[in-house]
Each structure stands twice: as structure tokens, then as C-alpha cells.
């Protein structure tokens, strides 16, 4: 090889070493804060199934409201607040890829709120939940509308970068001939 050659292909790779590096994100606080409550919210499921096993024969369930929390927690198809981040962003970039896997599923899921008008010069706002990798470098979002669209924004939304958690029905729509998907939701909470 050339000397010139040489040198080009070294350029190149400093370039591509300084973009990969560049590209991903230092500040990985709020994603090691989501992961927090995602792993200790694990814990605590699985602590309180091993003692649910243990004491299984000494009592039955007969408190109704220990009765809806067990329904409420079945009418949940995919839980992403209790995976791991790298397995969260794993399911939630699935769902882009193959959403009619997922569709008229509820899905329950937690990260930051973020609002962006996607069509500068519009009214339309459109509201997502943010979803990181391990990293913090690569996200995706999910869109989920609130009763429709009935409620206004920025009054009756968090600030951007609230951590909420949303449960709604995968859903789709379809706008300027596209088709896009979120979940419908009855509302959102502040964690």
C-alpha cells in the first residue's frame, strides 16, 4: 500500500473512532435512575412471589382488594417496567419493527416525557415516553395519547424529562399517509 493510502485509511478510522464516541451520551443519570426503580421494583416482585409460595397453603385469598391488584396486574400483556433496560429498549425497538405483533396488547411502561411538535409551525404537539439503552445512547420513544387528545398542552402535561409511567393498548393511526403507533392510554402517572 501507498503511503497516501496509509494515511487515508488511518484518517478514516480516527474519524470513526471519534464519532462513535461522540455519538453516545455521558450523562447517564436518568437512565441508571429508571433502572433503579425498574430493578428494585423486580426485587420486590420476586420477593413477594417466593413469599406468596412459601405461605400458599397456610392462606387463601379472600380480601377483595388483594383480588384486583391480581387482576389488575393480568390485564398488563407486556410489562417493560420490570426488564432490564437493555431488554426494555430491546422490546420497545421490536414493537417498531414488528408492531402487528403487538397490536390491541396493553403495555405498561416508564421514562422520561417528552412533547415535541414533530410539524414546525403547527399546533400539533405529539407526547412520547423515552426509552435509553443501557448506555444512554441509542432511544427510541413511544407515542401515547391521553383520552384522545382531550387534554391541553403544556397545562395538563409534565414537564419534559418527568419520568411517568403509561399503560395503554397498542394502537396505530395513520397521518400524511403514514402509519404511526402508540398506545392509547386513560392517563399517566408521575413516578
Known amino acids: 500500500m501507498s503511503v497516501k493510502v496509509k494515511k ?10 471519534i464519532m462513535s464516541t461522540s455519538a453516545c451520551g455521558t450523562d447517564t443519570s436518568m437512565v441508571e435512575e429508571i433502572a433503579d426503580k425498574q430493578d428494585s421494583s423486580t426485587v420486590q416482585s420476586t420477593s413477594g412471589t417466593e413469599s ?3 405461605n400458599n397453603d397456610e392462606k387463601s385469598v379472600t380480601d377483595a382488594e388483594e383480588v384486583e391488584t391480581i387482576e389488575d396486574n393480568n390485564s398488563v400483556d407486556i410489562d417493560l ?3 432490564s433496560s437493555t431488554m426494555v429498549y430491546s422490546e420497545v425497538y421490536n414493537m417498531m419493527v414488528n408492531p402487528d405483533e403487538y397490536m390491541g396488547k396493553t403495555i405498561k411502561v416508564i421514562g422520561p416525557y417528552y412533547a415535541s411538535q414533530l410539524v414546525y409551525g403547527t399546533e400539533k404537539y405529539y407526547h412520547f415516553v423515552v426509552i435509553s439503552d443501557a ?3 441509542c432511544q427510541n420513544g413511544i407515542e401515547f395519547i391521553w383520552n384522545d387528545n382531550s387534554h391541553v398542552y403544556p397545562d395538563e402535561y409534565p414537564e419534559n424529562n418527568t419520568v411517568i409511567e403509561v399503560v395503554g393498548v397498542f394502537s396505530s ?9 402508540y398506545l392509547k392510554t386513560d392517563g399517566i402517572t408521575i413516578k
Not at 173 to 181: L, R, V
Open 8 to 17: 487515508v485509511m488511518a484518517l478514516c478510522i480516527m474519524l470513526i473512532v
Open 52 to 54: 406468596e409460595l412459601l
Open 81 to 83: 417496567t420490570v426488564l
Open 135 to 137: 448506555t444512554a445512547c
Open 173 to 181: 393511526y395513520e397521518e400524511s399517509g403514514d402509519t404511526y403507533y
